[in-house]
């Protein structure tokens, strides 16, 4: 179930010990209770028959998934990168993680989409956005993230090397020419396309809101910052581990001797450290998702207002009706909110 590697790299990092668990354990604390919250809020958009909210429950679930993840990858960095759990654990939580990465940018993609549907061509393609064709794009996705990451479950999950490390869907330098091939395919395919997909709807959405006269000064901007948080989000969350992936394929492609002490291995123990904390950092875009809700749908503020109201009334122990009354008199409903739509001018279209 797992092979040594005897001509392993020297790889080791005191970084791993400190960085990625305290990472992971803030994503934990914070994401869980703010994806479960984001999760509820975009079941209500579904309700309310607006396809986004099911982008938006997808991405939820997906990063529901990866946090789930995060306890027995808390203590693996706590071990210095010693799997305890064998190696049927490291094929389920390996793929549900990694997985997970690649299905939460493609859902960020999806939204962009939606948004510049809406807003640019609200008429011209009524198809794409309903509920069904909605949910039928994310069935869609799922099924070719699983599809495209089952074949590692089907290899050895554990690599063992001669310095005491146990990897878990890890080799340094990496296992072979097919697996370097494969991880080049997950950046283009897994990262650059659909980021180059938000930054194509971000310039959409920015020449549609200038060509708009009636729009709301306050509506562009709220849809700008939307267009715009979204590519930045893959961007600082994703980008460095894809970027260090990607030259760590292509330098084993390339470098010819891939053992101890060749070019593959001077690069690895050189960049370990930096890439470990780079697939860390991955993890804060649990934390970011739930803030573009707000941007997203901003006609479910009120809402989850009125929820976390209730949570922090039954918490203190007050009366839940006193609470509620004098929340929605400091306005806390957003009344004038719930529409969170861009009419724009001459295509009698609602966002």
């Given amino acids: ?11 080791d990092s005191d970084l791993d010990g400190v960085l990625p668990p305290s990472l992971y354990a803030v994503v934990f604390v914070v994401g869980l209770p703010a994806n479960l919250l984001a999760l509820w809020a975009a079941w209500l958009q579904v309700r309310k028959g ?6 938006l429950l997808n991405l939820s679930l997906s990063d529901l998934l990866l946090i789930c993840a995060l306890p027995p990858w808390t ?4 071990r210095r990168d010693v799997w305890g759990y064998g190696p049927g654990a490291c094929r389920l939580f390996g793929f549900v993680f990694y997985t997970n990465l ?28 309903t509920i069904r ?49 494969a991880n080049v395919g997950r950046v283009l395919a897994g990262f650059l396309l659909p980021w180059g997909i938000m930054l194509l709807c971000y310039a959409g959405l920015l020449r549609a809101l200038k060509d708009s006269a009636s729009c709301e000064r306050r509506e562009k901007r709220r849809v700008r910052r939307l267009a715009l948080g979204l590519p930045c989000v893959a961007l600082l969350c994703y ?17 010819g001797d891939s053992g101890a002490g060749g070019k593959s291995c001077a690069l690895e ?14 993890t804060l875009n649990c934390l970011a998702d739930p803030a573009l809700y707000c941007l997203a749908c901003p ?7 009125k929820a976390i109201g209730r949570v922090v009334a039954w918490a203190m122990g007050k009366d839940r009706s006193a609470w509620l009354e004098r929340g929605e008199g400091r306005g806390i409903g957003y009344p004038g909110e719930e529409l969170g739509m861009v009419e724009m001018a001459g295509r009698g279209a609602m966002v």
């Fill in 1 to 11: 179930m797992s092979n040594t590697t005897p001509d392993a790299c020297n790889v």
């Fill in 75 to 78: 203590d693996y960095y706590l």
């Fill in 102 to 129: 690649y299905v939460g940018a493609a859902f960020l993609s999806c939204v962009s989409a939606d948004r510049y549907l809406a807003v640019a061509h609200p008429l011209r393609f009524p198809g794409a956005r």
């Fill in 133 to 181: 064709s909605a949910a039928a794009v994310s069935a869609l996705v799922w099924v070719v993230e699983l599809a495209a990451n089952t074949p590692p479950l089907f290899s050895d999950a554990i690599t063992r090397d001669r310095y005491n490390h146990t990897f878990c869907y890890e080799s340094y330098p990496l296992s072979g020419t097919a697996d370097a091939l």
């Fill in 239 to 255: 980008g460095p581990y894809y970027v260090l992936l990607l030259l760590r394929s292509v330098v084993f492609l390339i470098g």
């Fill in 299 to 305: 006609g479910t503020r009120g809402e989850v207002a």
């Fill in 269 to 282: 123990e050189r960049l370990f450290p930096a890439y470990h904390a780079a697939l860390a950092m991955a």
């Fill in 50 to 55: 607006k396809e986004l909210g099911v982008y």
